[in-house]
Structures are given as C-alpha cells and as structure tokens.
C-alpha cells in the first residue's frame, strides 16, 4: 500500500510541473522595453524563504506550548492569510503613487515620515540577521544529523558558511530564479514523499494527540474565562509566527513585478502550497513518537527516519541544508539592497561602494561581522536564536498593518482603487499582533534588546541624515531610454545593426544613424561614459544582463516589425572569470533567435583597430620601398 500510494503522489507531481514547464514566460517575462518577474516566480522565492522554517519552528513551538503547536500553528496559518491580503493592498497602494520596490520601509516612509522607517529598517534588519543565523545554524545541524561531529567542528562549520556566502556575494555571484525554481522542483517532490509517508505510517496514537491538540485549546477558550482566552490566543501565535517567517518578502520584491495583482497572485499560491503544508508537516511530527528534547535541532530529518529509513532522513537533511543555506543567502541579498535604498535616500555614499563585480561589498561584510557576532553571542544555540527571532518579525507586522491603518482612516479613503480589505478586520489583525509583539517583549528579553539596539543604532545614525538631507527630493539615477533609441533607429532606411558592448569597451565602429550601440550596466555603478550620438545606456533589469537583453529586443521586434535588425554580439575578454562565464552565458544567447525569429544575429569579434601613427609610419615604409 505504501510503494503505490508513493508511485500515484509522484505520478501526479510530475505530470503537474510537467504542465508547469510547458507554459510559455514561466518566470519572467519582458514587456515595453522592461524585465518582469511573473507571480510564480516571486512566489517561488518567497515559498523557498517560508519554508526554511519547518525545519526549527515545530520543534521551537513545541518546546514552549507543548502539543497545542499542531493547533497554533495551523490557526496562525489562517491569520496570515488575513496578512498577506492587507499586504496585497499595500502593494497597490504603493503601485498607485507610483513607489515601486521596498515593501515595508517605503510604505512606512511614505505614511509616517523617516522617523518611522527607521523602526522599520531596525525591524527588517533584526529579521534578516536572524534569518541568516538561525537558518545556519539549522543548516548545520540537519546537515550533520548522521555525522558524528563535535560541536566545535559544527561550530566551524557555521562560520564558514556565513563566510562563504558573503564571499559568493562579494564575487557578484548569485543565485537566479531558474536555480531558485529547480531546487523548488526537487524540494516539492521530497516533501510530497515525506508527507505521503507521514499518512502512510502515522502512528495509532498520533490521530488522538492531533485531536487533543485542538480540543484543549476549545477547553482553555471556554471554560476560564475572556482574560484566559485572549492570553492563550496570545502565547499560542506569538509562539507559532516563527513557523511563517518570510512571508513579508513578497511585497519586498514588489518593484520586480509588472503589477500589483502579481502580488496577489503570489500570496494565493503561497496559501496553497507553504499555508498548508507547514500545518501538515508539524501535525504529523508533532504527533510521531519521537523524544523531541533530545531532536529539538532536527525534529525534520529525525521524522523522516521513523516514518521511512535512515537514507531518506539522509536526503530529507540534505535538502534541508540546501534551502537552508539559500535562506541565508537571501538574507545577505535582501538586506543589501534595503540598505542600498535607505543610503541612496540620505546619501550614505560610503556605504554603497561597488567593487569590479557591482557588488555592495561593504554591506556584505558588515552584514558577514552581524551574523558571526550573533553566533559567538548565543553559542550557535538554535534554541536562544529562535527566542529572538519572532520578536523583529511581529514588529515589521505591526508596522505594516499600523502604517495600513492609518493611511485608510486618514488619507486614503478618496481613493478609487480595485483592492479593498475590512477596517474591521485590519484593527483585529493589528491587535492580535500588537498583542503577541508586547508579548513576547516581556518573555524574550535577549530578542527585545537586540530589536531596540538596532532601532537605537539606526535613529541615532538616521534622523540627523533625515534632516540634513530631507525633505526628500524624488531623482532617479540617469540613463538613457530604449524609446530613445526607438525613434532614432525607426527614422532611418534600410537594415539596421545593433551592436551590443561592454562597459569599457571604447570601439565605437560607426555613427551611421541606421547602427545603434548599447551597453548595460550596473544602477549601482556610476553611468558609463556616452561615446557617441548612437551610443546608449541603459541600466541592468532584474540582476541579469541576459533578461535585458531579451527585454530590449522583445522591445525592437515589437516595434520595428517589418524592418531587418540585425543583433551583434562580441567576446568578453576582459579577465579569466568572464572568460570562464562566457559558455553559459552563450548558452543563453543560443535561445535568442527561437525566441526572436523575425531578427538577424551575429556574433563576431573585431581585432583591435592599429593605432593612427602606427597606420601611418607602415604606409610610409610600404611607400618607400
């Protein structure tokens, strides 16, 4: 019964993302001369941030309120779903003034002023920091869960982890949503098995305990009294948010997408994968026979081995450690380019310095010094981690909903927008959370000063800032615009080139009006240098070259249909890291004329031109002889 239960869930997984793949735009898409990243795409990563969580938030649930966690952590699940529609009607908000990208800080910023995005920043800082740490820590030890390793050496390992990751953040290396996606592929189908082997061999007790978990709860809420039951709803979810840490990184990547209604999209899939799996995970190893204080650092893989064998608690870690580890890497990512956006508005310049690879190298170390003081602090205890995490979490909730609120009663209630949620229902929402943020405050008092020192650190270093900079004057960084490029081109006759060329590169091979050279770059880096009339710059899309690319030329099919374009590209020969990269990244390019049937592509390299005088001195040789 089991090995045909397990062949039909696989079956039916792979005929799924066998339909999955075969949609066209998967993951990104390019339109009006832009790079979107579709719903899927954003909910993927977020998915893949969110469910890192299931490999510490049960047993860190358990630890406090015992068996009541399979309960709370499936009536929080509810209740973030009630958060992310408020967060959906953020992000249309922010859409309709026209403020893309920054979730949280921006939407505080623009309700309450820089005061209040201070806290926020303080908040989302605490969360990232944490994230990193707890998501290392965890990393390691379902990692190691199978090898005899001291703790010293887990220790070291921890270190190097952080450390790796920041220097793969340094180099300008980065994960992009196709790894993101695949992971996810292979992830999904381990998951799928350990819950079908969950069912499979659940133990005759584990339905009872499921059972009790709930019904105790009705207990303590009808039979004690209000005061009881507002407390235990109280402890119960500040207890349990940990289990959905993440979920505020959708409206984060915000500006990625083409609109709002993607947002919406995004957290709808994130109900029905992440809102209902997390539950059912926890349920079922909650309820297993296990000893939990002696598997409270890898509750997970443990029960992967009682409801299988030890090779598939061997895979279920491996996993494990991988999304992990990819957690941290999103923590190093994210708080990068929160900080970028904070610096840029009160022109912290020291602290956006790129090194050759466009990288925010200063933040990446600073962010590396964080994480590794944080784990010589608490001793890589996942346990001390876990009491601090929550509390930076519901204080990002708080503002968020607060901020929301605010804006509803007092300034935006003329507007006319397609996305509405209850007054009602925010005031509830905010007062559950306020009630779990003071909460937990007064229980977790290493979680509340790690949040006020760096809210302190950060109101001390911006409020001057704010005032010597502020009020804020909206200016976006300079570059050229692909429409300009457009109009030039489309007023001339004949074929038309376009040339492709790298920063730096200076061989500009023709003015002719009908040629067109452009060269991306990096927005953190200053705007090269304009070499001729038909040179233009445009800024880097969604971290990728290649996805801007594909934007500006959807752009030129779309718009110069009917004329013959031709494409160019050259070599990168700059250093032996391009060299190697430029297999995959022609692998890339190989894709474009499938996608672009309707233009010419060529790809070429043009010796470095002789120099004039040396030109001139070997005519005049070839003369006199």
Known sequence: MTILTLFWVNILAFAIFAVVFSRPNLLGFAKGGKWYLTWLSVGVITLMDELTSI???????????????????????????????????????????????????????????????????????????????????????????????????????????????????????????????????????????????????????????????????????????????????????????????????????????????????????????????????????????????????????????????????????????????????????????????????????????????????????????????????????????????????LASFCINIGCLLIYRYFQGTKEIRAYYTSRAGTVALEAILLACFVYLAAHKPHGLELWGAVVAVLLALGIPLSRRYGPEVKAKRRSDYPMEMLLALGDTDGPLDVYFRRPGELDIGTTAPNAAFVTFFSPRQPIPEKLAPNHYRFAIQGGSVYRSIRALLALLADELEGREVRVHFGWPTSSWLDRMAVGVFVASLMRLPKSFPKLVFLMEYTGPAAPAEGAAAAGERAAGS
Not at 345 to 369: E, G, P, V
């Open 55 to 393: 490999f510490y938030a049960p047993a860190e649930a358990h630890r406090f309120i015992g068996t009541q966690a399979i309960f709370f952590i499936a009536f929080t699940s509810l209740i973030m779903r009630v958060l992310s529609s408020r967060m959906v009607e953020i992000a249309q908000i922010l859409e309709l003034h026209e403020i893309r990208g920054g979730g949280v800080y921006s939407f505080s910023y623009f309700v309450l002023g820089p005061v209040a995005s201070f806290v926020a920043v303080a908040s989302i800082m605490v969360d990232y920091i944490l994230t990193a740490c707890i998501s290392t820590v965890s990393a390691v030890y379902n990692g190691t869960a199978f090898v005899h390793m001291g703790t010293g050496m887990q220790f070291v390992l921890i270190m190097a982890i952080i450390w790796a990751v920041a220097g793969l953040n340094i180099l300008g290396i980065r994960e992009n949503a196709r790894v993101t996606f695949g992971i996810f592929v292979a992830a999904a189908f381990v998951l799928l098995n350990l819950i079908a082997l969950g069912f499979c061999r659940i133990d005759p007790a584990s339905t009872h305990i499921i059972y009790q978990s709930g019904a105790s709860v009705v207990r303590d809420l009808g039979h004690h009294g209000v005061a009881h039951a507002v407390a235990s709803i109280t402890t119960g979810v500040a207890f349990c948010v940990l289990a959905y840490s993440g979920i505020e990184s959708v409206i984060q990547t915000a500006g990625l997408c083409q609109t709002w209604r993607d947002i919406s999209k995004a957290y709808w899939f994130l109900a029905l994968t992440v809102g209902i799996v997390t539950p059912l995970v926890s349920a079922l190893a909650l309820s297993a026979p296990i000893d939990f204080k002696a598997h409270e650092e890898d509750l997970i893989t443990h029960w992967a081995t009682v409801v299988g064998n030890v090779p598939f608690g061997v895979v279920v870690g491996v996993f494990g450690s991988i999304i992990l580890i990819m957690a941290v890497n999103t923590a190093y990512v994210a708080s990068s380019e929160l900080l970028e956006r904070v610096a840029h508005r009160y022109h912290f310049d020291w602290l956006i310095a790129t090194n050759r690879r466009a990288s925010l190298y200063r933040i990446h170390l600073i962010n590396a010094l964080l994480y590794s003081s944080i784990i010589l602090i608490t001793a890589g205890q996942q346990a001390t981690l876990a009491d601090m995490y929550a509390i930076g979490l």
